[in-house]
């Protein structure tokens, strides 16, 4: 099912032509409205005439975050604080938030976005829609609130954190859709197993999870422990939200990447190098239709690569892989590069263990070490008397990611629950180098 099949199903020639439109206009619009653009693209010696062909985006300069922070909290808004709807924020983990405002129209255009999202999930106004996203500053309560609102579906606002009410409210106002994050799915399935709920048994049919890095193998996971079809959805505040980019239920490979309202691009987070679809980079996106917040050239740091085949479901929108991780949560072990999710990944594919896992770095004097936390599960611990078995797990799991990821790690199994639940967006990682 397709929300606007005039754009999502735009033929490439007519959808280029009107991202170079908009990219026109935005690139003006800017350079006219915001300082800090004028004063890049001089810099950059670029003229927004000079922009005539999509591959002319190349020549302007990229906006990175610490240009947000450098101008915080409003200072790269192109309307004035009048026709700001809207205000929210990211924390994020160094220095200040990002704020990010919203007029009128860019809250109408998320709101269609995020029904598209929806709809591409098979979601239609006969749902309930339990929605688990954090409702305040952060984007994805109140994105996904208004998409569902503007599909016509039943929303239930529960927002984040009270798991055993969210369990009663799963019950009790029997929701067809669960949105929130993917670790809090696991936690909400786990809690509402041991109150002796059958999770399996809910109306719940579909999930739309996001916000933080997850795995193949944890998706499986979710779908089991509840019964779903679980999608992937993706967003960031800076360029909107949620709802940038949306899996849809035929494809399931990739997110579907709402290319009529932003042009991406994937580079070489190293030479800022264009890569071709295909080639694992770091995600750059420029808005074409924001007014209030547009972004040219924006460095997410989110590592993804672009599918550029047809997808079954007839979008021709590009899709983008699922998120490796950030650039900025890699860890490098002893010279070797790895992301969290790609541990998880190996995790994941050995028996006996749970999705529950934590990543501790340290040094111990100029080396890193990495020491890598995870549950066992109940029966393997109910039977573990034997020291034996635990032993031969920790050797697999050791060998595992020194085999599939080139890394030594000592590992520490633990007991069921012992580690720390998400209500939200989840850390995997400690970093105890910092301090
Ligand atoms: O997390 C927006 C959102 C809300 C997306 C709800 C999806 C669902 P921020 O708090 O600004 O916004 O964080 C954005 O989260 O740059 C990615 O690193 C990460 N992220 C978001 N979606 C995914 C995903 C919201 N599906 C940052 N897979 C992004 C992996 C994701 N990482």
Redesign the pocket.
């Known amino acids: 099912m397709i929300y606007n099949e005039d754009f999502e199903t735009l033929p490439r020639e007519a959808l280029e032509a009107l991202q170079l439109k908009r990219l026109r206009q935005v690139t003006e619009r800017v350079y006219h409205t915001v300082a800090f653009y004028r004063r890049a693209f001089d810099e950059a010696g670029v003229k927004p005439d000079d922009i005539r062909s999509l591959t002319d985006l190349r020549r302007l300069p990229f906006t990175t975050k610490k240009d947000l922070q450098d101008n915080y909290p409003f200072g790269l808004f192109a309307v004035p604080m009048s026709s700001i709807v809207r205000l929210h924020a990211?924390s994020g983990t160094t220095g200040r938030a990002?704020v990010v405002g919203y007029t009128k129209r860019d809250i109408d255009t998320w709101s269609e976005l995020m029904a598209r999202c929806f709809v591409a999930a098979s979601v239609t106004k006969n749902d309930i829609i339990h929605n688990a996203?954090g409702y305040g500053l952060?984007?994805?309560g109140l994105?996904?609130h208004y998409g569902a609102e503007r599909l016509g579906a039943s929303v239930i606002p529960i927002s984040g954190g009270n798991t055993k009410r969210q369990i009663m409210i799963l019950q009790d106002f029997g929701p067809t859709v669960i949105c929130c994050?993917p670790s809090y799915a696991l936690n909400l399935a786990e809690q509402g197993r041991s109150m002796g709920v059958d999770m399996e048994a809910l109306k719940l049919r579909v999930g739309v999870?996001?916000?933080?890095?997850?795995s193949d193998t944890m998706r499986q996971q979710i779908e089991a422990s509840l019964n779903i079809t679980a999608l992937?959805?993706?967003?960031?505040?800076?360029i909107m939200?949620?709802g940038v980019a949306m899996e849809c239920l035929e494809g399931r490979e990739g997110?579907h990447i709402f290319e009529d309202h932003f042009l991406v691009e994937t580079i070489d987070p190293v030479s800022g190098e264009v890569l071709p679809p295909g080639e694992q980079g770091e995600l750059v996106f420029t808005t074409l239709t924001k007014e209030a917040f547009p972004l040219i050239r924006y460095r997410?740091?989110?590592i993804s690569r672009l599918f550029a085949a047809p997808c079954r479901c007839g979008r021709t929108l590009y899709r983008m892989d699922?998120?490796m991780g950030?650039s900025d949560d890699m860890l490098i072990i002893r010279g070797v590069n790895v992301f969290p999710s790609q541990i998880e990944a190996v995790l994941m594919g050995i028996e006996g263990l749970e999705p529950h896992y934590q990543l501790i770095v340290d040094r111990a004097g100029t080396l890193d070490t990495l020491e890598v936390q995870v549950e066992v599960t109940e029966s393997l611990f109910a039977n573990a008397d034997e020291v034996k078995v635990l032993q031969r797990l920790d050797r697999r799991i050791t060998k595992d990611l020194k085999d599939y990821l080139g890394i030594t790690a000592k590992v520490k199994l633990v007991e069921p629950k012992s580690l720390q639940r998400s209500e939200g967006?989840i850390s995997r990682v400690i970093d105890r180098r910092k301090i």
């Open positions: 990211s990002t996203y952060f984007t994805g994105g996904v994050t999870f996001g916000a933080e890095p997850w992937n959805i993706y967003g960031l505040s800076e939200g949620p997110m997410t740091r989110d699922r998120v950030r967006k």
